[in-house]
């Protein structure tokens, strides 16, 4: 454990770093502000005694800058202070330190107070250790963003949803049923997850949701749970991305594993939420938009992006787009308007 001592006066400092050396090894001593908040940054102590009243640079204002900083604001700090009025008192506790000890004090209630903090601060330590480290697993599993959903708004974990404009993105991997036909079940698992993290990647860059993995595809989700006011373009630009990066990530495949992605895009309204069981729900969306996006992935062929006309209306300030008629999917009786889109000039 490191202790850092911070008193303008020398002697108080020696006298504490005695006092703690009965039972702590790691002193380190600082004589005003700024001496102290560059050891807390290269040596990030476990405690810090501060004194309040110091030149230049107060206790109240090394406490605050230490506590407002997301990178040292778990350290602990007891203010050590001649100042024992309710007042001054309040203000440190309100800056964020954890404890208040005034000048004169005895050792022994020095070191039951160090004690105390120190043990506490373990606890929280392996406490947020073990947050962590299930929050880190937990998303391997769930989308980051669903996770975070979840952990800041603990009322949303029950059943149902609510209708909301949604971008739905499909891709999926072309020929890769015949791949599994003639390819070692463990290395195409390898080939797949391959694709899988490059689709992840950068799906994430643009701040989109997977909601699952289909087989070789996968489906994701803009403006859901954070709302995006450019959802729309943020669904056309992961599928643009995936296809540019595509050339580079096929040099690390061999090249029978060197597979297309189609995609299939839509906006509107679904219905957006947790379906499934009690003890058991998924985050996702439902409804017509979502129905569309994932027949427009299957008529898709060549490594084609195919979005809804109103896809492209949103998006055609930036890319290039051909329309591809009327077309009627599964499922839906009217047929759909379909352009392909792509950032270079389009083929017949």
Not at 66 to 78: A, R, V
Not at 141 to 146: I, M
Not at 284 to 298: H, K, W
Request: overall charge negative; glycine content about 6%; charged content about 20%.
């Amino acid at each position: 454990m490191k202790i850092l001592v911070v008193d303008d006066n020398r002697e108080n400092i020696e006298l504490m770093a005695d006092i703690l050396s009965m039972n702590y090894q790691s002193i380190l001593k600082a004589s005003d502000g700024n001496t102290a908040l560059r050891l807390v940054s290269d040596e990030h102590p476990d405690l810090i005694l501060l004194d309040v009243n110091m030149p230049i640079m107060t206790g109240f204002d090394v406490c605050e800058q230490i506590k407002s900083n997301p990178e040292t604001q778990d350290i602990s700090i007891i203010m050590v202070t001649a100042l024992g009025d309710v007042e001054s008192r309040v203000k440190g506790l309100s800056l964020g330190a954890d404890d208040y000890l005034v000048k004169p004090y005895s050792a022994k209630e020095l070191l039951a107070r160090v004690k105390r903090r120190l043990s506490t601060k373990q606890r929280e330590d392996e406490l947020r250790s073990q947050t962590a480290h299930t929050r880190a697993t937990f998303e391997r599993f769930v989308s980051p963003q669903v996770v975070q959903r979840l952990l800041t708004s603990p009322e949303s974990v029950k059943l149902g949803g609510q209708l909301q404009p949604v971008a739905v993105l499909f891709a999926d991997l072309e020929g890769f049923t015949s791949l599994s036909e003639r390819e070692h079940p463990e290395t195409l698992l390898q080939v797949l997850n391959a694709y899988h993290a490059l689709f992840g990647k950068i799906i994430g860059l643009y701040g989109g949701t997977i909601d699952k993995f289909v087989g070789d595809g996968v489906m994701a989700l803009y403006n859901t749970p954070h709302s995006q006011s450019d959802y729309i373009a943020r669904a056309v630009k992961s599928a643009l991305h995936i296809q540019d990066e595509l050339y580079w990530f096929h040099q690390r495949l061999e090249p029978e594993h060197r597979l297309l992605v189609n995609f299939g895009i839509s906006q509107g309204q679904a219905v957006v939420g947790n379906v499934g069981m009690l003890n058991q729900m998924n985050f996702t969306a439902v409804g017509d938009t979502v129905n569309v996006a994932a027949r427009l992935q299957d008529l898709a062929t060549r490594g084609q992006i195919l979005v809804t006309e109103s896809v492209y209306a949103a998006t055609e300030e930036f890319v290039i787009g051909k329309p591809r008629g009327s077309l009627t999917v599964k499922g839906r009786r009217e047929p759909i308007s379909v352009v392909q889109i792509s950032n270079s000039p389009i083929e017949d």
